[in-house]
């Protein structure tokens, strides 16, 4: 962590209990405001700036403004190459940086005024409507949950959700490493908050939800599953529920939505990244074995390409079941990647996404009779 001198940006404390986005549940915004940590990743202000201009080309006519935290010098010099998003930017000096290196508990207490808590803050008080840092995922995740508490009080963290390319398109899988282990009514969270977010990202209008399990047979899985399949076919939520699940049918594109615990979903996610790279390793083996596999190579480069395009994954992950949006955008994304990162948070917050999981939220624990966490916090 870097500490430079004070930290000219104003600092908001965390949420009283009950808040969101400033006071009460948002609706739908007329324009949106997007809070960068402009110092996270691997690139800093260079990548940022680019990432803005790119973005607002893809995003078109959709009123955007950008909050973007860090170091004014070098954020001023870099956004005077993209008038177009200099136009549209405000620079918010932020001295501190957290680094990749940090712990998140050394992060959460003396992060405070850092361009990571600073983004954060903004969403918390409701100057804007989603966060977004390529930084350091433990601090984005600790300081988010500090600024802008659970949307349940029974969610012990931030669920991450993985975009998986699939041959159909994009399959949402949730939890792929937060929580390692998962009750009955944390999975339904889960679905809820994943059908939420394919919805407003990939849009889809009804999304299908599928629950991971060892078998499609309803006796299969341990007690925890079988009561979340339960729960999601009575419990009367608006959800296209599927039924169970298997670790192929992710790949295959069965259903729009895969839940499952952070520990069986960060198995199948570093198990998907292996095979890729497997698979990539093989072919570049292969196309390089003899003159002739080379020239095939040089005739098949297209193809290729698109291929490994489709096995990658696109930038842009919210931390789902905060308060609040917050996305992680990869630390080494170029400007590219970063910009498809800034049109995730900006889907989301132009969408009805946050009222969606309120609705099917308040129907689980009528359901569940357990505690919701909107009680807890108006208290």
């Known amino acids: 962590m870097r500490l430079e001198g004070t930290p000219d940006a104003p600092v908001q404390g965390p949420l ?11 609706a739908v915004p007329d324009s949106i405001i997007i809070s960068i940590d402009a110092m996270g990743g ?33 954020l001023n010099t870099e956004l005077a190459r993209f008038p177009a998003a200099q136009a549209v930017s405000e620079v918010r000096p932020a001295s501190l940086v957290i680094g990749m290196e940090d712990k998140p508990a050394h992060a959460l207490r003396r992060g405070k005024g850092s361009s990571l808590w600073n983004a954060v803050a903004a ?16 601090a984005l995740m600790a300081i988010s949950k500090h600024l802008l508490r659970m949307v349940s009080a029974e969610l012990d963290r931030p669920a991450i959700v993985a975009s998986w390319p699939t041959l159909r398109g994009i399959t949402a899988v949730l939890d792929v490493g937060a929580n390692v282990t998962s009750d009955a009514a944390q999975l339904v969270e889960f679905a809820i908050m994943g059908e939420a977010f394919h919805r407003a990202v990939h849009g889809v209008d009804k999304p299908t939800v599928g629950l991971l399990n060892v ?9 925890e599953v079988r009561e979340a399949h339960r729960l999601l076919r009575e ?8 039924g169970f699940v298997e670790g ?3 790949a295959k594109g069965t259903v729009d939505v895969v839940v499952t615990d952070g520990f069986s979903g960060n198995i199948a996610l570093k198990t998907a990244e292996g095979v890729a790279r497997f698979v990539r390793s093989m072919l570049r083996e292969a196309f390089q074995s003899d003159l002739r596999a080379k020239l095939g190579a040089l005739v098949a480069a297209p193809a290729l390409r698109r291929m490994a395009t489709r096995l990658e994954p696109p930038n842009g992950g919210p931390l789902l079941g905060l308060n609040g949006i917050v996305v992680k955008s990869h630390g080494g994304a170029d400007a590219i990647g970063f910009a498809n990162a800034i049109v995730v948070a900006a889907n989301l917050a132009g969408s009805d996404y946050s009222n969606q999981i309120d609705r099917n939220m308040r129907r689980l624990a009528d359901v569940t009779g357990r505690s919701d966490a909107r009680s807890e916090r108006a208290s």
Do not use: M, W
């Not at 009283?16 to 948002?26: P, Q, S, V, Y």
């Not at 969403?123 to 433990?138: F, H, I, K, P, W």
């Open 235 to 242: 419990g009367g939520l608006q959800i296209d529920y599927r």
């Open 215 to 223: 078998g499609s047979e309803e006796q299969k899985g341990h007690e």
């Open 123 to 138: 969403v918390g008080s409701g100057e804007a409507q989603a966060a977004l840092s390529a930084g350091n995922t433990g």
């Open 42 to 74: 691997d690139h800093g202000p260079t990548v940022v700036a680019a990432g803005v201009a790119h973005a607002l080309e893809r995003l078109g006519a959709r009123p955007v403004r950008f909050l973007l935290h860090g170091d004014e010098q070098r």
């Open 248 to 250: 192929d049918d992710i």
């Open 16 to 26: 009283r209990a009950g808040t969101f986005l400033g006071g009460t549940r948002a």
